[in-house]
């Protein structure tokens, strides 16, 4: 029959198996620590670093100046600290919260840098012919323009002969017996040059032109036979010339109406017996071998009425 365990024996035995326990579990506990056993890591056991226990620089560990010391007069208390305030204190300031100008509005953008002075340029040069005269009167006009500046530019037009016997040269009622050439420089009969002035643009728009022109034509009477009378009719004109020009890409289509006055007044009448008063500047020739003569001048003599329907080209 079991007896029950005497309490106090019971934990005197409990004790004794503790104390013979825990130095085993110390022991086991401590070769289980990491790095137990390995070599050494690299560098162990190398002599320290130079400067390596030797005495702190000059001044190390001292007292930084002013530490420690009582805070200068008036350290800590604000200026006028109990005193009445300045005048103007607490008054808004002037233009204080007012808009400034150029606030909240758009930004303009900035003015276009200026353009560089390259020197002189010209503002564009035109080319054209005139159909017109050259139908009607067997004449076929050149003009060249050339644009110096944006309102005035140089026109050189030259006329050459291309058909000696158009449609406006001969009398009525008569055979086909007066025949045009050109006495100046080869085909070219007329040489003028203007000064134009752009009112709109360059080389388009409205112009006024002042003309100054130079012409020379033989007229001459032939026929099966041969030829039977001559005249030349020669001198300087000066017209002043109205006209408008449409630009369209680059075509310009255009023209317009001059008025002036021959310089010149050479006459020829062959009927100079009957008019004592003298030929009146009619420039007479023969139509045919019988001794009936016509007047190449038209009834306005001097007066010039030029008329003008051009087509071209221009760049500018």
């Not at 233009?95 to 606030?103: I, L």
């Not at 010209?122 to 060249?144: H, M, T, Y």
């Amino acid at each position: 029959m079991l007896r029950p365990m005497d309490p106090r024996r019971l934990a005197l035995t409990l004790a004794a198996a503790t104390c013979l326990l825990a130095p085993s579990v110390a022991l086991a506990q401590y070769g289980q620590q990491p790095g137990y056993g390995q070599p050494p890591p690299p560098g162990y056991g190398q002599p320290p670093p130079p400067g390596y226990g030797q005495p702190p620089p000059p001044g190390y560990g001292q007292q930084q100046p002013g530490y420690g010391q009582p805070p200068p007069p008036g350290y800590g208390q604000q200026p006028g600290y109990g005193q009445p305030p300045p005048p103007g204190y607490g008054q808004q300031q002037p233009g204080y919260g007012q808009q400034q100008p150029g606030y909240g509005q758009p930004q303009q953008a900035p003015p276009p840098p200026a353009k560089k002075s390259k020197g002189f340029e010209l503002e564009g040069w035109a080319v054209r012919l005139d159909p017109l005269n050259w139908l009607l009167q067997g004449r076929l006009p050149i003009s060249g323009d050339i644009a110096l500046t944006e309102w005035f530019s140089v026109e050189l037009r030259p006329v050459f002969v291309v058909n000696e016997q158009p449609p406006m040269l001969n009398f009525k009622g008569v055979d086909d017996t007066i025949y045009q050439e050109s006495s100046f420089i080869g085909a070219m009969s007329e040489l003028s040059v203007a000064a134009s002035f752009w009112l709109e643009a360059p080389l388009e728009g409205y112009v006024l032109r002042g003309v100054l022109n130079y012409a020379s034509y033989d007229f001459v009477a032939k026929d099966n036979q041969g030829e039977f009378d001559r005249v030349t009719d020669s001198g300087a004109q000066v017209l002043f010339f109205f006209g408008s020009y449409g630009k369209y890409g680059p075509i310009s289509i255009g023209g317009g109406i001059g008025l002036g006055t021959h310089l010149g007044s050479g006459e020829r009448c062959l009927d100079g017996a009957t008019r004592p008063n003298g030929c009146d500047r009619e420039l007479h020739i023969r139509v045919n071998r019988g001794g009936s003569f016509g007047d190449i001048r038209n009834g306005l003599y001097p007066i010039i009425l030029d008329t003008r329907l051009e087509f071209g080209v221009v760049f500018n």
